[in-house]
């Protein structure tokens, strides 16, 4: 990612890739090369160790989806994840000498992906999306409440889980700004509805204190 190597805009820790995956589920998983390179979006759920560091991504893909022969013959693939972003626009700045730029959040995992047509791995992956996605909802649903149309779902997918080689983030969240710009910078974002961004730069410039 462009500013990947850049320290300032690197994760503090893992709760920050972690966060972004559990905020931002909807992801690219890229088989790139070869004539049958596949490109396919879907949401992706963090697996994580009994120490909690992250392992593995898990999802799930139609069967028919040219992409689940990609993976078994070539399971080393890419998952894409972007989170919050906006255009910087120098109109909220004092300093009109300045140049417009773009905030945002996003990884490159690089991936050991498996396929798996077994009953019990399709309905563990299934039930663990729909809880994670309907946590905190009113009148929450839950897959068992499909009854007998699971069956017919579940015949249809393939559950995927990907090892995690490599993940590469970048959290370019105004880390750069002297605090009066960056105030500026923020009321402008809020103004326009940016508030899934905001939340993220304030969290991080909390945390400038501590940073290289």
């Not at 990612?1 to 850049?6: A, N, Q």
């Not at 579940?154 to 750069?176: H, I, M, N, P, Y």
């Not at 009066?180 to 961004?197: C, N, P, S, V």
């Amino acid at each position: 990612m462009g500013h990947v190597r850049d320290s300032r805009y690197a994760a503090r820790s893992q709760h920050d890739v972690l966060r972004l995956l559990a905020t931002q589920p909807f992801a690219w998983l890229v088989s790139a090369g070869g004539e049958d390179a596949a490109f396919t979006p879907l949401p992706l759920r963090a697996e994580c160790d009994a120490q909690g560091r992250l392992v593995a991504l898990r999802g799930h893909l139609a069967r028919r989806n040219p992409h689940v022969a990609r993976l078994r013959r070539d399971g080393r693939a890419q998952a894409l994840v972007m989170g919050p972003h906006a255009y910087v626009s120098p109109s909220w700045l004092d300093d009109r000498t300045q140049a417009p730029s773009w905030n945002y959040a996003g990884a490159m995992f690089d991936l050991d992906m498996v396929v798996s047509e077994e009953e019990d791995d399709i309905r563990a992956e299934l039930d663990a999306l729909v809880t994670q996605m309907e946590g905190g909802r009113p009148r929450a649903w839950a897959l068992a409440e499909m009854g007998e149309r699971y069956a017919r779902l579940a015949a249809g997918v393939s559950s995927l889980r990907g090892v995690v080689r490599e993940v590469r983030a970048t959290f370019k969240l105004g880390q750069d700004e002297a605090p009066h710009d960056l105030a500026q910078l923020l009321a402008g974002l809020q103004a326009g509805g940016e508030q899934a961004l905001v939340e993220w730069m304030r969290d991080f410039a909390g945390d400038a204190g501590d940073r290289p």
